[in-house]
């Protein structure tokens, strides 16, 4: 090639346009420039053209050098471009920031829910007194929430939970189990029975289980739809009635304090017998119902794989939100559920 070299022609183009290029402040500025080097009317396209005058292998070297620059420019295009636009975001990122620092308030960083810190210190209540806990789902079959639990199809005490059932047809490998909102925690017993026995350690079974339950109920004072029950489950050999009362006794003075008591009134549960209401003294005098007790019935435990011959044990279930009802003072347990902030921040 002569003197006037068209490739050391074309590498001084592209050398000056890539610093042109890193020196421009717009994406607009670098398109103008990418334009103007690799455009129709550029010196690159006038060299281009001019190719088809030049011997074979000075055609070859050229078209070679113009393809790597032409490269080496669009990939410095790209690579400003993109550093402009993220410096442009960030200017704009600054000019709408929110300058919050003249706030001087105090800003509450918020706690737990009544609900949630009852259901704790209840937890915390029964491990010192060497319980465990134990949990379950929510989804749970008609078998562990009824059948299990001596309340077969034809039982007529089923009426007495508003089951919410759930439609499974549509359910791949479901079958022909019914499955539904849990009513009750019970559910989680069975499954603690059942465990004891598949492992091999067997009782003596001494668990607490907390957990969130549902029922077509009426929202009132002292009812909701979706709440919350802690029960207990004891199985061990020589378990009497008056292990029952002494364990709720002991409970309530230890959750509410020496000057509460607790009563049992006779009632009827499928799942145990005999059964019992649990009532706890109000400071004023009144009494209010938190839950049923019983002697875990023979064919609950036969059910869960137990010899009742050789084991016995009680049961009970109380509703959280009815205990802190009686340790807050609350007249209406559907303050619970409004969200008002008025009223949750007092706890």
């Known amino acids: ?63 070679a050098e113009l393809n790597r620059t032409r490269i080496e420019l669009e990939r410095a295009v790209d690579a400003r471009i993109a550093e402009l636009a993220s410096e442009e975001r960030r200017v704009l990122l600054a000019a709408e920031r929110l300058d919050l620092t003249e706030f001087q308030g105090h800003v509450d960083p918020g706690h737990v829910h009544l609900v949630t810190q009852t259901w704790e210190r209840l937890e915390d209540v029964f491990v010192g007194m060497g319980f465990t806990v134990a949990t379950g789902p929510e989804v749970e079959t008609d078998w562990f929430n009824f059948e299990a639990l001596n309340l077969p199809p034809s039982h007529p005490a089923r009426s007495l939970w508003d089951t919410l059932y759930l ?45 969130r339950t549902y029922r077509q109920d009426t929202a009132d004072a002292t009812h909701l739809p979706v709440f919350h029950q802690i029960e207990m489950l004891v199985v061990d050999r020589g ?12 409970f309530t003075k230890a959750y509410f304090g020496a000057e509460l008591t607790s009563r049992l009134r006779p009632s009827y549960f499928p799942f145990t017998e005999p059964s019992a209401e649990v009532d706890i003294s109000q400071p004023d005098g009144s009494w209010l119902e938190v839950g049923g007790c019983g ?5 609950v435990l036969a059910a869960c794989g137990l010899d009742p011959e050789e084991w016995s044990g009680f049961a009970f279930g109380f509703g959280i939100e009815r205990l802190a009802k009686i340790r807050h003072g609350l007249g209406d347990i559907r303050d619970l559920i409004t969200n008002d902030m008025r009223f949750l921040e007092q706890f």
């Open 1 to 63: 090639m002569s003197a006037d070299d068209p490739t050391q022609e074309v590498s001084s183009l592209v050398a000056a346009g890539i610093e042109r290029i890193a020196g421009s402040a717009t994406s607009e500025e670098v398109r103008a420039i990418h334009a103007e080097l690799l455009g129709k009317r550029s010196r690159l396209a006038e060299l281009k053209a001019g190719m088809r005058d030049m011997d074979p292998q000075d055609r070859k070297d050229l078209g």
């Open 295 to 299: 002697m875990v019935h023979p064919n």
């Open 167 to 211: 439609d499974t047809s549509d359910l791949p490998g479901v079958g022909d189990q019914q499955l539904l909102l849990r009513t009750h925690t019970s559910p989680v017993q069975v499954r603690t029975m059942l465990r004891s026995v598949r492992e091999g350690d067997g009782p003596p079974i001494y668990v607490v289980c907390p957990g």
């Open 239 to 250: 378990i009497t009635m008056g292990d029952l009362a002494g364990t709720i006794e002991t």
